[in-house]
């Protein structure tokens, strides 16, 4: 019987395929491909205002420069992913369906108040 991790990896053997390919691929279009191909984000595009995500590929592009002061001056919010990603994680985990009302309510007026001060709206 295999062990409990060897079973769970087996359990998302896909995922971390689709990692281990997604990955370089990820710091390969940072590094190597021309900026003037990159992708431009179209809600910039179509309204000339900034998204929630505008500069995060400029912000993975700083991190992986080393730069960290400048990834948190393109993207502070895809900076602070991780730590949402976790705090989200540990809401679910408590399976207690107000404190995930509140968790993502109180997520989803962050980022909108984020949203409307990076854009001088507030």
């Known amino acids: 019987m295999?062990?409990?991790l060897i079973a769970?990896?087996?359990k998302h053997k896909r995922a971390l395929i689709g990692a281990a390919?997604?990955?370089?691929?990820g710091v390969a279009y940072l590094t190597v491909w021309?900026?003037?191909?990159?992708l431009h984000c179209p809600v910039r595009m179509a309204t000339g205002y900034l998204c929630p995500g505008c500069?995060?590929?400029?912000?993975c592009?700083?991190?992986?420069?080393g730069d960290f002061a400048s990834a948190w001056a393109l993207s502070p919010l895809f900076l602070m992913g991780p730590l949402i990603?976790?705090?989200?994680?540990?809401v679910?985990?408590?399976?207690?369906?107000?404190?995930?009302?509140?968790?993502?309510?109180?997520?989803g007026l962050g980022v909108a108040w984020f949203t409307l001060w990076r854009n001088g709206f507030i």
């Open 21 to 25: 390919i997604a990955a370089p691929l």
């Open 8 to 10: 769970r990896l087996e």
């Open 85 to 90: 990603f976790v705090a989200a994680w540990w």
């Open 61 to 65: 592009e700083a991190l992986i420069q």
């Open 2 to 4: 295999p062990s409990p």
């Open 34 to 38: 021309p900026k003037e191909l990159q």
């Open 55 to 59: 500069g995060a590929t400029r912000a």
């Open 92 to 107: 679910h985990r408590q399976n207690k369906t107000w404190l995930k009302r509140i968790f993502y309510t109180s997520l």
